[in-house]
């Protein structure tokens, strides 16, 4: 992903007589702009999206604002983000552009990035009031140095922006066979044992699998079973970081807890039993998946949404499960993300003679008004009001020859692709949105949240450097340990121990320590 040290160093060297400038939010020596016209670099979707100076909604918005916007969009951003960083002058702002937390400190504290925390409470008020109202948002935000170098794309709905994972199950089958659907662990191997003995679909053929999806969507799964095994106490964001707090405010790492022995014991026994495909880590593509769901041979899969699974017909015939309860009565959990759902949508640099302006601007996207109209468009234009007064999208849009989401794209931006500098609707305004009835779940997810829900934790570089390469030889350890667990190639009584002792070789306690820092400094901001 990074092309070249030399060319950051070139940037460093051309932004060096502006760093003193661009940290305090000063104008840069750079030439004077137009006062009503800001310059932004943001991604290119024009394969399936209007260019942004063409697009209806960014057309409404010069109108309402009188600030014309010089749009630059980037085709492969990620290859070309490095090299637009060399440039003698950069835009006023980076839009929608993907800096990992790691790139957003380092470039920040060379004085590529402007500081932004002084200037969000008077000139971002819509969302300075989300960041009082969720202070993981101001904690997620904040680098190690104390300085805000990005704002968010944000949701206040824990069902929404494609957070939540659930498990999909198949209800066709369920009243076929007269079963009910399962709430916890034990329950679930049993409906699923029944899915693959008794014939569901009716064909004759034993064809029906329980938890099927293409090889290596596995995640979604494990992640509700972790859950349902109690190590879903910091939100999804933190399991798959492979962490949870435990009951004395203390990191730990998921993959050395007795829990997770647990879990995996639990997986192997549905693989060993059929209840998992056996080719949940290889030999089948998505393609292949979506055909045999056509066939109506899949019996659940985890997803945030059931139109994963293809053509819509289908996905009707599954119903969600959010919360699955585990063992001995331990009660389960919403896997869901932070409030944070990305930490760079937007992006003040060096060159931006007015931030001030940058902040007024983008900041109506953070009100209710800004929301609505980000992602629905105008009444009468993009959208019409059913009976009971909910947004429903105009026919041109729902009836788009490649579908109703790109349909709505090619008039308004927060809708597809996501990531924007936006506080994202609530999930059921948009399934409604869209001609859907919102989800419905026998248990209510609201109810059983986690005790807290921590998004990605801010690094020094220092402590980047060293994360570096330990999580990357974890990761593949565990990755290949997964597999061998599951599938019985490893024990997992006799071969435990092994296993913990080589997490400890590759650097799990440097690891450990380096993240509890990181959760220290978290909880104090």
Same mark, same amino acid.
């Given at each position: 992903?990074?092309?070249?040290?030399?060319?950051?160093?070139?940037?460093?060297?051309?932004?060096?007589?502006?760093?003193?400038?661009?940290?305090?939010?000063?104008?840069?020596?750079?030439?004077?702009?137009?006062?009503?016209?800001?310059?932004?670099?943001?991604?290119?979707?024009?394969?399936?999206?209007?260019?942004?100076?063409?697009?209806?909604?960014?057309?409404?918005?010069?109108?309402?604002?009188?600030?014309?916007?010089?749009?630059?969009?980037?085709?492969?951003?990620?290859?070309?983000?490095?090299?637009?960083?060399?440039?003698?002058?950069?835009?006023?702002?980076?839009?929608?552009?993907?800096?990992?937390?790691?790139?957003?400190?380092?470039?920040?504290?060379?004085?590529?990035?402007?500081?932004?925390?002084?200037?969000?409470?008077?000139?971002?008020?819509?969302?300075?009031?989300?960041?009082?109202?969720?202070?993981?948002?101001?904690?997620?935000?904040?680098?190690?140095?104390?300085?805000?170098?990005?704002?968010?794309?944000?949701?206040?709905?824990?069902?929404?922006?494609?957070?939540?994972?659930?498990?999909?199950?198949?209800?066709?089958?369920?009243?076929?066979?007269?079963?009910?659907?399962?709430?916890?662990?034990?329950?679930? %191997? !049993?409906?699923?044992?029944? #899915?693959?003995?008794? &014939? /569901?679909?009716?064909? $004759?053929?034993? =064809?029906?699998?329980?938890? +099927?999806?293409?090889?290596?969507?596995?995640?979604?799964?494990?992640?509700?079973?972790?859950?349902?095994?109690?190590?879903?106490?910091?939100?999804?964001?933190?399991?798959?970081?492979?962490?949870?707090?435990?009951?004395?405010?203390?990191?730990?790492?998921?993959?050395?807890?007795?829990?997770?022995?647990?879990?995996?014991?639990?997986?192997?026994?549905?693989?060993?039993?059929?209840?998992?495909?056996?080719?949940?880590?290889?030999?089948?593509?998505?393609?292949?998946?979506?055909?045999?769901?056509? %066939? !109506?041979?899949?019996?659940? #899969?985890?997803?945030? &949404? /059931?139109?994963?699974? $293809?053509?819509? =017909?289908?996905?009707?015939? +599954?119903?969600?499960?959010?919360?699955?309860?585990?063992?001995?009565?331990?009660?389960?959990?919403?896997?869901?993300?932070?409030?944070?759902?990305?930490?760079?949508?937007?992006?003040?640099?060096?060159?931006?003679?007015?931030?001030?302006?940058?902040?007024?601007?983008?900041?109506?996207?953070?009100?209710?008004?800004?929301?609505?109209?980000?992602?629905?468009?105008?009444?009468?234009?993009?959208?019409?009001?059913?009976?009971?007064?909910?947004?429903?999208?105009?026919?041109?849009?729902?009836?788009?020859?490649?579908?109703?989401?790109?349909?709505?794209?090619?008039?308004?931006?927060?809708?597809?692709?996501?990531?924007?500098?936006?506080?994202?609707?609530?999930?059921?305004?948009?399934?409604?949105?869209?001609?859907?009835?919102?989800?419905?779940?026998?248990?209510?997810?609201?109810?059983?949240?986690?005790?807290?829900?921590?998004?990605?934790?801010?690094?020094?570089?220092?402590?980047?450097?060293?994360?570096?390469?330990?999580?990357?030889?974890?990761?593949?350890?565990?990755?290949?340990?997964?597999?061998?667990?599951?599938?019985?190639?490893?024990?997992?009584?006799?071969?435990?121990?092994?296993?913990?002792?080589?997490?400890?070789?590759?650097?799990?306690?440097?690891?450990?320590?380096?993240?509890?820092?990181?959760?220290?400094?978290?909880?104090?901001?």
């Amino acid at each position: 992903m990074k092309k070249s040290t030399k060319i950051i160093s070139t940037a460093l060297m051309v932004s060096a007589s502006a760093f003193a400038l661009a940290a305090c939010g000063s104008k840069s020596s750079g030439a004077k702009r137009d006062k009503n016209t800001i310059t932004l670099i943001a991604p290119d979707h024009s394969d399936v999206h209007p260019k942004n100076k063409d697009l209806w909604m960014w057309k409404q918005y010069q109108k309402k604002t009188g600030i014309k916007v010089k749009w630059e969009q980037i085709k492969d951003w990620d290859q070309k983000k490095q090299l637009i960083l060399s440039r003698k002058t950069l835009p006023d702002a980076f839009y929608q552009t993907g800096w990992s937390n790691d790139e957003l400190v380092k470039y920040g504290k060379q004085g590529l990035f402007q500081p932004l925390e002084k200037l969000i409470p008077k000139y971002a008020p819509n969302l300075w009031k989300l960041m009082q109202k969720d202070e993981s948002l101001k904690k997620g935000m904040t680098a190690p140095d104390g300085h805000i170098y990005s704002l968010p794309y944000t949701s206040d709905d824990p069902y929404g922006g494609g957070r939540h994972f659930k498990l999909y199950i198949n209800k066709v089958w369920l009243d076929k066979l007269g079963l009910k659907q399962p709430t916890n662990t034990t329950e679930l %191997k !049993d409906v699923l044992h029944a #899915f693959v003995t008794k &014939d /569901p679909n009716g064909n $004759g053929k034993a =064809d029906e699998k329980g938890f +099927y999806m293409d090889s290596g969507q596995f995640g979604a799964f494990e992640l509700m079973i972790k859950a349902a095994f109690g190590l879903n106490t910091a939100g999804r964001t933190a399991m798959e970081n492979n962490f949870y707090i435990d009951d004395n405010d203390q990191l730990q790492y998921i993959f050395a807890d007795k829990k997770m022995q647990e879990a995996w014991k639990y997986l192997a026994d549905l693989y060993k039993g059929g209840e998992i495909a056996k080719t949940a880590f290889a030999g089948i593509d998505y393609d292949k998946w979506v055909a045999d769901a056509t %066939k !109506d041979q899949v019996g659940m #899969f985890a997803w945030v &949404d /059931p139109d994963f699974i $293809g053509a819509s =017909d289908v996905s009707k015939n +599954y119903v969600p499960i959010a919360i699955l309860d585990g063992p001995d009565g331990q009660k389960g959990t919403m896997v869901t993300q932070s409030s944070l759902m990305g930490n760079s949508a937007f992006v003040v640099t060096k060159d931006a003679q007015n931030p001030k302006q940058l902040l007024k601007w983008v900041d109506y996207w953070y009100s209710q008004e800004g929301s609505q109209f980000g992602s629905f468009g105008k009444e009468g234009v993009t959208y019409k009001l059913n009976d009971k007064g909910q947004k429903v999208y105009v026919d041109k849009i729902l009836n788009y020859s490649k579908g109703a989401q790109l349909g709505a794209y090619q008039y308004v931006d927060n809708i597809y692709a996501g990531f924007f500098p936006y506080l994202e609707p609530k999930q059921s305004e948009k399934w409604i949105a869209f001609g859907r009835e919102p989800e419905k779940f026998e248990v209510d997810p609201s109810t059983h949240m986690p005790k807290q829900v921590l998004p990605s934790f801010m690094a020094t570089a220092d402590e980047s450097a060293q994360l570096s390469t330990i999580e990357t030889d974890l990761n593949n350890y565990v990755s290949q340990a997964r597999v061998k667990f599951v599938t019985g190639k490893w024990n997992l009584d006799s071969d435990w121990s092994k296993f913990q002792t080589q997490l400890k070789k590759i650097g799990l306690d440097s690891w450990l320590k380096i993240k509890r820092d990181q959760y220290k400094r978290y909880e104090k901001e």
